[in-house]
């Protein structure tokens, strides 16, 4: 079973996939991490960002300088559009790499897919259900974004309200679960999910 988790920046995810993994063994696959590795010099996906947006995205050590673009695609709708398509292309091909090596070990493995942009990529095709995570506490999950990423209450807005509304995770998954700080409400929710699907 493949299990989709979304939602936009500080909602929590990271804290849901946290309980998958420790305490229920289910191997989560973060897109973003993946980008990450992605994106290191020498790799085709790094050649694809520097045809797109230039030399200068890269530091002086030919690594990509990740504030450089960040400020770039959060200033810039349709840069931030050819960023995505150019990144989703290489990480559909990197998860079910990873997912196929997964289930060649074990057949039977739950695997979760920790992905932001999960429906703008069109990962839910190849997920059996998704669970959006959302916040309520739009303060709360603006602070998580700034102490997270070390930047300004004005980035982490500004980085927010490029993002979609919950609604648009929400009416799009089976599962939603609203993580405003109580670490075992977070539990509580996951577990009645995974009693129902599992």
Not at 81 to 107: G, R, S, W
Request: glycine fraction near 4%.
């Amino acid at each position: 079973m493949i299990i989709g988790i979304t939602g936009s920046s500080g909602a929590g995810k990271s804290t849901v996939c946290e309980i998958l993994e420790e305490e229920y063994d289910i191997q989560v696959l973060n897109a973003d991490k993946m980008t990450k590795q992605l994106s290191q010099k020498g790799n085709q996906y790094l050649k694809d960002i520097v045809n797109l947006f230039g030399q200068e995205i890269l530091q002086e050590d030919g690594e990509l300088d990740r504030p450089k673009l960040a400020n770039i695609i959060y200033n810039d709708e349709s840069k931030r559009k050819q960023l995505n398509e150019c990144t989703f292309k290489h990480i559909h091909i990197a998860l079910q790499k990873e997912i196929q090596e997964i289930l060649n070990k074990n057949e039977k493995a739950v695997i979760a897919i920790d992905a932001p942009l999960l429906f703008e990529a069109k990962l839910e095709d190849i997920c059996d259900l998704v669970i959006a995570v959302i916040a309520k506490d739009k303060e709360l999950q603006i602070d998580r974004i700034v102490q997270r990423d070390y930047i300004t209450r004005e980035q982490a807005v500004k980085r927010l309200q490029a993002q979609m509304p919950d609604d648009f995770y929400t009416s799009r998954s089976q599962y939603t679960i609203v993580n405003d700080g109580e670490f075992h409400e977070i539990e509580h929710q996951v577990k009645e999910i995974l009693e129902e699907i599992l």
